[in-house]
């Protein structure tokens, strides 16, 4: 917006009488009197008066509307799907994600420029996060492999578990001696940014040179952060209505929404996968599929749980369709990583999401800015301490790079920062600065790591960043 009103002052300078910009409420008006051609005009005036007039329509527009043209919203689009594409091929060139590019981009077409203002990205956070959430963890598992989830399963669990509790701990601390909160109020902060985001941590790991295994415990870790900081948020929103924690129903809720998660997953998947078999030549068989993830999305939010686990767990299923043909014997239709549809509809939702991040985006107060990055950085510090008593010898130093670096926080953090606007909870403006402060800072962090860990050699072997260690040799008598 700056830079179109300092364009609109270089030109009046030019043509003269063009008044400063005034604020009138909501509403940004240019006095443009000065400019419209008189009959003692020259036809070069004649034709800037209007076509700054028409500038002037545009920026009023935009900055007095909730929301812009269908044409304006549609180049907004057009230029987020450009960047998106080069922000991959960029992505596999130098080893430097595009996750901050886009979520730049977000912050430029709405706080910045205000194409889209703040109350109609609140309106349609639970619509999209709904679609990104279920497309996602449905990707997200469809790249699992069960036998090398399987061989990471403790270090996953470790690291989610953890990691989530050594998060939480740290910026709850920091808000309750810092700003003076309540603790409930301090947990619940920490909480919502407490998990690594898994919609980044899928796209990132996909093209990273790293072993197999250490893939399967990215994203296993990062699904079941998600997962946790979602029943924790939800829990502890409560728990602040009521005024009191109460553990056994922590638990409780965890406990139920893994069982709905798992239920779902597995009793829809596997039938799901046998059913498909028998009309696999047909044309819509990833559309289906599709319908039996927004049920499925249905079912487990009416039974408790946020559909999640349900969508990663149904992925899990499909992707790994040829272990599962084996078992059964029977033929299983093509529906996996290698599926143009189900690649183009992934990437468009991964683009939008980031730039959806950023238009989330909320600036005013200082403190919760610097608050912001210093939690951030005790959350890496955190994470590296972790990783080092975590890992063993069998990962090799790229992957220990990779898997320390990776903290980024996403669209759940984000979508989870809004409740307290909505429910009308103590310190409820800031949640949305603080939290987009971390994801910034940590997706940042985990770009530059990244960009560093990309020096590092993979070892020269079959499976990538993974070592094998090779059995001590036995004298020959």
């Given at each position: 917006?700056?830079?179109?009103?300092s364009?609109?002052?270089?030109?009046?300078?030019?043509?003269?009488?063009?008044?400063?910009?005034k604020?009138?409420?909501?509403?940004?008006?240019?006095?443009?009197?000065?400019?419209f051609?008189?009959?003692?005009?020259?036809?070069?005036?004649?034709?800037?008066?209007?076509?700054?007039?028409?500038?002037?329509?545009?920026?009023?527009?935009v900055a007095?509307?909730?929301?812009?043209?269908?044409?304006?919203?549609?180049?907004?689009a057009g230029v987020?799907?450009f960047?998106?594409v080069?922000?991959?091929?960029?992505f596999?060139?130098?080893?430097?994600?595009?996750v901050?590019?886009?979520?730049?981009?977000?912050?430029?077409?709405?706080?910045v420029l205000?194409l889209?203002?703040p109350?109609v990205?609140?309106?349609?956070?639970?619509?999209f996060?709904?679609?990104?959430l279920?497309?996602?963890m449905?990707d997200?598992g469809?790249n699992l492999?069960?036998?090398?989830?399987?061989?990471?399963?403790?270090?996953?669990v470790i690291?989610?578990?953890?990691?989530?509790a050594?998060?939480v701990?740290i910026?709850?601390?920091?808000?309750?001696?810092g700003?003076?909160?309540?603790?409930?109020d301090?947990?619940l902060?920490?909480?919502?940014?407490?998990?690594?985001?898994?919609?980044?941590?899928?796209g990132?790991?996909?093209?990273?040179?790293?072993?197999d295994?250490?893939k399967s415990?990215?994203?296993?870790?990062?699904?079941l952060?998600d997962?946790?900081a979602?029943?924790?948020?939800?829990?502890?929103f409560?728990?602040?209505?009521?005024?009191?924690?109460?553990?056994?129903?922590?638990?409780?809720?965890?406990?139920s929404?893994?069982?709905?998660?798992?239920?779902?997953?597995?009793?829809?998947g596997l039938?799901?996968?046998y059913l498909?078999?028998?009309?696999?030549?047909?044309?819509?068989?990833?559309?289906?599929?599709?319908?039996?993830?927004?049920v499925?999305?249905?079912?487990?939010?009416h039974?408790g749980?946020?559909?999640a686990?349900?969508?990663?767990?149904?992925g899990?299923?499909?992707?790994?369709?040829?272990?599962?043909?084996?078992?059964?014997?029977f033929?299983?239709?093509?529906?996996?990583?290698?599926?143009?549809?189900?690649?183009?509809l992934?990437?468009?939702?991964?683009t939008f999401?980031?730039?959806f991040v950023?238009?989330l985006?909320?600036?005013?107060?200082?403190?919760?800015?610097?608050?912001g990055i210093?939690a951030?950085v005790?959350?890496?510090?955190?994470?590296?301490i972790?990783?080092?008593?975590?890992l063993?010898?069998?990962?090799?130093?790229?992957d220990?790079?990779?898997?320390?670096?990776?903290?980024?926080r996403?669209?759940?953090?984000?979508?989870l920062?809004?409740?307290?606007?909505?429910?009308g909870?103590?310190?409820?403006?800031?949640?949305?600065?603080?939290?987009?402060?971390i994801?910034?800072?940590?997706?940042?962090?985990?770009t530059?790591?990244?960009?560093?860990?990309?020096?590092?050699?993979p070892?020269?072997?079959?499976?990538g960043?993974?070592?094998v260690?090779?059995q001590?040799?036995?004298?020959?008598?």
């Open positions: 917006m700056q830079f179109v009103l364009i609109l002052e270089i030109l009046n300078q030019y043509v003269g009488g063009l008044s400063l910009p604020i009138d409420g909501n509403n940004l008006s240019i006095d443009l009197s000065g400019i051609p008189t009959s003692g005009e020259s036809s070069g005036t004649a034709v800037i008066g209007p076509a700054l007039d028409w500038i002037n329509n545009i920026v009023h527009s007095s509307d909730s929301i812009v043209s269908a044409p304006v919203l549609l180049l907004a987020t799907i960047l998106g080069s922000g991959e091929a960029f596999k060139k130098t080893g430097i994600p595009d901050a590019f886009l979520m730049i981009l977000g912050v430029i077409i709405g706080p205000g889209i203002q109350d990205i609140i309106e349609i956070v639970p619509y996060a709904a679609i990104a279920i497309i996602i449905f997200g469809l492999d069960l036998k090398s989830m399987a061989k990471t399963a403790h270090f996953a690291l989610s578990v953890v990691g989530f050594i998060s701990g910026v709850a601390a920091l808000a309750h001696f700003f003076g909160w309540e603790w409930l301090s947990i902060l920490g909480s919502i940014v407490g998990g690594s985001s898994s919609a980044i941590v899928f990132l790991v996909r093209n990273l040179r790293i072993s295994k250490a415990l990215l994203s296993f870790e990062s699904a952060t997962i946790l979602t029943i924790v948020a939800f829990v502890m409560g728990a602040i209505v009521v005024g009191t924690l109460d553990l056994q129903t922590l638990g409780d809720t965890i406990g929404s893994i069982a709905v998660g798992l239920i779902l997953g597995l009793g829809v039938p799901w996968m498909s078999s028998k009309f696999m030549k047909g044309q819509h068989v990833y559309m289906l599929t599709l319908g039996i993830l927004f499925l999305y249905f079912f487990a939010n039974y749980e946020s559909g686990l349900t969508a990663l767990v149904f899990l299923m499909v992707g790994n369709k040829h272990r599962f043909a084996k078992l059964f014997r033929k299983m239709p093509n529906i996996d990583t290698n599926d143009s549809m189900h690649n183009q992934t990437f468009l939702v991964r999401f980031f730039v950023g238009l985006a909320s600036f005013g107060n200082i403190e919760y800015v610097i608050f210093i951030t005790a959350i890496y510090i955190g994470r590296v972790l990783s080092k008593m975590t063993t010898n069998s990962f090799s130093k790229l220990k790079k990779v898997t320390t670096i990776m903290i980024p996403g669209l759940a953090a984000a979508v920062a809004t409740f307290p606007l909505t429910m909870l103590p310190n409820a403006e800031a949640y949305p600065q603080i939290v987009f402060t994801i910034m800072a940590s997706v940042i962090i985990t530059l790591g990244l960009g560093g860990a990309k020096k590092i050699p070892p020269e072997c079959t499976e960043g993974f070592v260690r090779e001590p040799k036995t004298a020959v008598t």
